[in-house]
């Protein structure tokens, strides 16, 4: 069975950094690319940021750029993002998410996790 389990997200000010963690298990983590999207209230899930299955390929929504960063460890079969100075419209609930290197369409999700930013 595949899951996948964020973590790392919580209340803070803006300006401030949280670093988000999304921990795979039953996945050949090393053969998929991974994302991290986000949904506010009332608004779609967009795309936050992706990394590809060696790392060699990242992109990110024009506005995180410069602020947010993704990596991953495909030793720990864990996905990151590093995220700094944020701000008030960064609040929403993250998800990762994996799909095959050539697919459009993510094949697994994690629940999200919250993060809230106060200004």
């Known amino acids: 069975q595949v899951q996948l389990v964020e973590s790392g997200g919580g209340l803070v000010e803006a300006g401030n950094s949280l670093r988000l963690s999304c921990v795979t298990s039953?996945?050949?983590?090393?053969?998929?690319?991974l994302g991290w999207f986000r949904e506010a209230p009332g608004k779609e899930r967009d795309m936050v940021a992706q990394?590809?299955?060696?790392?060699?390929?990242?992109r990110y929504n024009d506005s995180v750029k410069g602020r947010f960063t993704i990596s991953r460890d495909n030793g720990q079969n864990t996905v990151y993002l590093q995220m700094n100075s944020l701000k008030p419209e960064d609040t929403a609930i993250y998800y990762c998410?994996?799909?095959?290197?050539?697919?459009?369409?993510?094949?697994?999700w994690g629940r999200g996790t919250q993060v809230t930013v106060s200004s």
């Open positions: 998410a994996a799909k095959l290197p050539w697919a459009n369409d993510n094949l697994y």
């Open positions: 990394i590809s299955w060696n790392s060699v390929t990242t």
């Open positions: 039953g996945l050949d983590f090393g053969n998929y690319d």
